[in-house]
Nanobody, 116 residues
């Protein structure tokens, strides 16, 4: 069964940076496009960034130019470098396959809080 373990969140001031990591197991990681998602309080989960199995990336407009997604297929890990953080980036961040089944489990996520 696929498993995701997210880490790297925390409390950061506006304008600061964080790097999130997600260790993935239970799948042939290199075969899959991977995504970072986030869910803010009272809001639906949204897709933030995607990295294809070939390394191409796309971003939500809200994070374009500030966030960078990357992957290390040797470590089965996907990363999210977040710069120039804003209070509206506050959310629980999750990683998952870009295209997932409703039956797929999610990790616990990692909380990012942007506040002065």
């Amino acid at each position: 069964q696929v498993q995701f373990v997210e880490s790297g969140g925390g409390l950061v001031q506006p304008g600061g940076s964080l790097r999130l990591s997600c260790a993935v197991s239970g799948i042939t990681f290199s075969n899959y496009d991977m995504g970072w998602y986030r869910q803010a309080p009272g809001r639906q989960r949204e897709l933030v960034a995607v990295v294809s199995n070939g390394g191409r990336s796309i971003y939500a407009d809200s994070v374009k130019g500030r966030f960078t997604i990357s992957r290390d297929n040797a470590k089965n890990t996907v990363y999210l470098q977040m710069n120039t953080l804003k209070p509206e980036d506050t959310a629980v961040y999750y990683c998952h396959k870009r295209y997932y089944s409703p039956l797929d489990a999610w990790g616990q996520g990692t909380l990012v809080t942007v506040s002065s």
